[in-house]
């Protein structure tokens, strides 16, 4: 990841914070956390947009279209974490990552 990002994703939340208007803490984890199915919904209909799914509406967006909604997804849910886990949300990814890799890769290698 690069250096940057995390303390991007901080100033985000920082930024969200000081305009949460009346949202307690534990309000502000709740809305940011459901902003990700929002997020994803939005990565759905770029795909079926993509492939031309809906025969009303045609080819209505692009692939880039899907990767610039997958990226809000991603931002989206690094905001959230850092909510939840303001110290360490950072680590607590890192840890989660190496764990699906370390799963995932000997499995891979030994077929």
Sequence with gaps: MD???????????????ENAGD?????????????????????AEAVHGAMGGNPRKGASHTW??????LC???VTAFVALASVNPEGGEKAFDARLQHLVDRVLPSVSEG
Aim: charged share 40%; proline share 4%.
């Design 64 to 69: 880039s279209d899907v990767e610039k909604e």
């Design 3 to 17: 250096p940057k990002t995390w303390p991007q994703i901080t100033r985000l939340v920082g930024w969200l914070d």
């Design 23 to 43: 949202l307690t803490e534990r309000e502000r984890i709740l809305l940011r956390t459901l902003k990700i199915t929002e997020e994803a919904g939005e990565v």
């Design 72 to 74: 809000d997804v991603i």
